[in-house]
């Protein structure tokens, strides 16, 4: 029996903060969202917040996860679900009766699982295996997955408008005119925009610590790498306007003119 539906339901790629709680003290972190709000409502009033309790050694109890996110939505930007879960944060997000996003959840089980196995896999492999071994090029035949997974780098002729998101998954993504206010281009890998940056440019948006973000005139209203972010109101004067390049260091983003 075919009908027309009255609602269309589309999975897709959305842009939402994830607050990560290293210390559950409901006052400082309704304090320090209030001045990310203050600093840029453009960008973080009314915004939607994922709220991640997976960096706590214990799970907060019902009442305490209430009052942070009463204090976050005073502070002026919306809790819409939790992140990360384990079997106690699921339960939480059923008594508070808010969603779990398995994209949070997903990604932190990726990181736990892959970090043990590298020193046990490659240390071993030198003293063990004997050299006629070599010959049948081991090494390569376990690298060749790898790369036939990576993608060649993903380009944008036409502007990026307002409103618009452009999103390069697993590569990196060049923009060859502008990213306009209010619009956002996000890779996997690094972001290289040659033409005038005026929205958002999130580059190593899974994690990747190495990405980079190049622009050649910058006016941003955010970059972020590897979720590590500043906003247009935290950047020097000084480089409004001029060739940049941003980078990760020690945990710290870095913005620095390009010769």
């Given at each position: 029996?075919?009908?027309?539906?009255?609602g269309?339901?589309?999975?897709?790629?959305?842009?939402?903060?994830?607050?990560?709680?290293?210390?559950l003290?409901?006052?400082?972190?309704?304090?320090?969202?209030?001045?990310?709000?203050?600093?840029?409502?453009?960008?973080f009033?009314?915004?939607?917040?994922?709220?991640?309790?997976?960096?706590?050694?214990?799970?907060?109890?019902?009442?305490?996860?209430?009052?942070?996110?009463?204090?976050?939505?005073?502070?002026?930007?919306?809790?819409?679900?939790?992140?990360?879960?384990?079997?106690?944060?699921?339960?939480?997000?059923?008594?508070?009766?808010?969603?779990?996003?398995?994209?949070?959840?997903?990604?932190?089980?990726?990181?736990?699982?892959?970090?043990?196995?590298?020193p046990?896999?490659?240390?071993?492999?030198?003293?063990?295996?004997?050299?006629?071994?070599?010959?049948?090029?081991?090494?390569?035949?376990?690298?060749?997955?790898?790369?036939?997974?990576?993608?060649?780098?993903?380009?944008?002729?036409?502007?990026v408008?307002?409103?618009?998101?452009?999103?390069?998954?697993?590569?990196?993504?060049?923009?060859?005119?502008?990213?306009?206010?209010?619009?956002?281009?996000?890779?996997?890998?690094?972001?290289?925009?040659?033409?005038?940056?005026?929205?958002?440019?999130?580059?190593?948006?899974k994690g990747?610590?190495?990405a980079?973000?190049?622009?050649?005139?910058?006016?941003?209203?955010?970059?972020?790498?590897?979720?590590?972010?500043?906003?247009?109101?935290?950047?020097?004067?000084?480089?409004?306007?001029?060739?940049?390049?941003?980078?990760?260091?020690?945990?710290?983003?870095?913005?620095?003119?390009?010769?």
């Open positions: 029996m075919d009908f027309e539906l009255a269309e339901l589309k999975i897709g790629q959305v842009g939402i903060a994830n607050l990560r709680i290293r210390t003290d409901v006052a400082k972190l309704t304090e320090e969202m209030r001045g990310r709000v203050q600093r840029a409502p453009k960008l009033a009314r915004a939607a917040v994922v709220i991640d309790f997976g960096g706590l050694t214990r799970t907060p109890d019902e009442a305490t996860a209430r009052a942070l996110i009463d204090g976050l939505r005073q502070a002026g930007v919306l809790p819409v679900a939790l992140a990360y879960g384990t079997t106690e944060i699921e339960k939480l997000s059923e008594a508070l009766g808010l969603p779990l996003l398995a994209k949070f959840r997903a990604s932190y089980e990726r990181d736990e699982q892959a970090a043990p196995p590298a046990s896999i490659r240390e071993p492999e030198p003293a063990t295996v004997p050299a006629p071994k070599v010959a049948k090029a081991a090494p390569a035949a376990a690298a060749a997955p790898a790369a036939s997974n990576v993608a060649p780098g993903m380009i944008q002729s036409a502007p408008r307002s409103g618009q998101q452009i999103y390069a998954e697993n590569r990196d993504l060049t923009v060859l005119t502008t990213v306009g206010a209010g619009a956002e281009v996000i890779s996997d890998g690094s972001v290289h925009i040659y033409g005038p940056l005026r929205g958002r440019a999130l580059a190593g948006a990747n610590e190495q980079r973000i190049f622009c050649r005139e910058f006016h941003a209203e955010l970059v972020a790498i590897a979720g590590h972010y500043k906003v247009m109101e935290e950047i020097p004067k000084e480089l409004r306007g001029k060739a940049v390049q941003i980078w990760l260091e020690d945990q710290q983003l870095k913005i620095a003119a390009l010769d």
